[in-house]
């Protein structure tokens, strides 16, 4: 990646905090925080309930205006939603109307892509998470599983530089959550997309991440700032991913501990 393309990619937080209004009296629910995200970057966000993880994503795609401060992306200020910030949130959002793939390429109609090119982009996409084969149903035909790959594929369709995830293996079984993880991998590492990843489960984070942020207890700020390195990964920059293996390693174990004692100190 050429220095100009990095610097434009690039995520920064200058001073960003966030105060909301209620009945009762302000409520501080992320303070000053500064913050740069790499292009390429895998990160996921962690701490207590009520931290502010999901304000602090909310703020990066636009959806809230900060109190203070400045967010960019490049030269970019952050001032609404944007096609260059994919969102997947935790429950699917698809349309019930529209089959798989008509949702797939809703974005790109939308913008009078023409029907041939977003044929061929929903055919790719749907093979590439594992979908290829059900790309005529309904939503409610599929499972909660199969939903989510089908938001992900709708988020990539429109080749956001920046992939933004509120959860959204949260409400997923142990089985079906492991398995998308291995496949967010395998995406993350053939789109070269920035992600960043808002999750309860610290083993999730570190499995999936190359840096964690924990944040503390209301009003939330970044107390920890992790990279994370297990074994493997040298082999995974060759276009490997990490595998479930790897959970059960010293090294894995050991970033676990460190990490959910930070969640539990910020919390007391």
Known sequence: MSSAVAQRDQVVLREVSKTYETATGDTVAL??????????????IVGPSGCGKTTLLQLLGGFLTP???????GADVIDGPSAERGVV????????????????????????????TRRAESDRLLQLVGLGDVGAKRPYELSGGMQQRAQIARVLINDPRIILMDEPFGALDQLTRERLQVELLRLW?????????????????????????????????????????????????????????VTATPEFQALKSELAQAIYDAHR
């Open 189 to 245: 590492r053939q789109a070269g997309k920035t992600i960043v990843f808002v999750t309860h489960s610290v083993e999730e984070a570190v499995f999936l991440s190359t840096r964690v942020l924990v944040m503390s207890a209301r009003p939330g700020r970044v107390i920890v700032d992790r990279h994370i390195e297990l074994p493997g990964d040298t082999a995974s920059g060759d276009g490997a991913v990490r595998n479930l293996a």
């Open 89 to 116: 949130f935790q429950a699917p959002t698809l349309y019930p109307w529209l089959s798989v793939r008509g949702n797939i390429e809703f974005g790109p109609k939308v913008r009078g892509v023409d029907k041939k």
């Open 31 to 44: 303070s000053p925080t500064d913050l740069t995200i790499e292009p390429g970057e895998f990160v996921s």
């Open 67 to 73: 109190t203070t401060g400045e967010l960019l992306v």
